[in-house]
């Protein structure tokens, strides 16, 4: 994709919409395309990330400058995770059971539901620090947890309320995990409960909702052996309960801080590939300013004859995901074929959709883009650690 507006043709064939109704398939195509358009944004953020982080290092910035460009920032790493939770809302089903972290999902989803709700909706939660863990795809939960939020959202009908979501172990001690979603909206009357969550029903007809929501929470929350309910009454407001079974014995612990030695070492010297010329550029300077020695290549089966020739020189690689021709994971297949220890690092638009096949060729770190320069010398630094003490 080049920023320009594109045609998706559309047939029988196409695999996004056999099987699907009307609706559902039009959503299934505009995921597919939303995808494709979170891939350019991500770069235009890493170049507006990356050249902020530059313009910070200059010494001569005044005070309301660096006031602005503080704010700038900011303002790009909050882009970065609503970026981050479409991208994981939008993509198909992995079907790769967890066990996954409840409370990681909702916090990784909040920010995407505040940016859906009007700004006169408090969207709040309550997070217990006991949250056992689920065994499920975690997009599952991701679509369970959006589309009950999504619905509470709809049913304060753009008046000023609040959204609250809950997540705690079950009190009866039996090990599961129980996730609430409420809102202070109108409630339901007790006569239609029982068809909230047939496909196509909703008690709101000036709505663009399809009336799948509920819907499909209702199939997901069964397909892992769970259960949801509602209770609700007309000017109560709405509580919806998801209980699924926890997975015994596991414990996700939080991360600790990391500690990173800085000493003097001598310049690591990296290969770095991309497509986009601009992030590029901007990637040369970072690394550059972090203290290592960069060779650059927009095209990866450049970089590939690069490598070949001068592999004993490099100590590192860095490779986009999505490249035309030869992607990244095809490039670190023939890069670890001929020097199967060289440490490799991903860099894609979805974690999740690149770590099983990042996996699988033993790449040692997958990181989502725009990478912010801290985090991506903390991983370079990480990884040469290793190699140095393997």
Known sequence: MNGDFFAVPLSQGDVPCQGLAPAEAQLAIVGRCTLGIVHDLNNMLAVIQGQGELIAQTESLGIKASRMLRDLLAASRRARELSRSVTRYSKPLIGTPGPVDPARVIRD???????AAPTVVDVRHQIAANCPAVKMDAVQLHRILMNL???????????AG???????AAEDGSGDFVLRVSDSGGGIDASVQHDIFKPFFSTRSNTCRTGVGLSNVSELVQSCAGSVSVESAPGCGATFTVRLPGVPGHVFEQPAAAVTEQTEAAPTHILYVDDEPTVTRIQRATLRSLGHRVACFTDPTAAEQHFRLYSDAIDLVITDACMPGLDGLELSRRIKAHRPHMPVIL???SHEAAAEGAASLNIEEVLVKPVAPEELDDSIRKLLAAVATA
């Not at 989803?109 to 940016?115: E, F, G, K, N, T």
Request: with cysteine; glycine share 8%; charged share 20%.
């Open 347 to 349: 860099l894609t638009g």
């Open 162 to 168: 609040y959204v609250l979501v809950e997540a705690e």
């Open 149 to 159: 939020c999504l619905n509470a959202i709809d049913a304060l009908a753009g008046r």
């Open 109 to 115: 989803d909040l920010p995407l539901i505040r940016a």
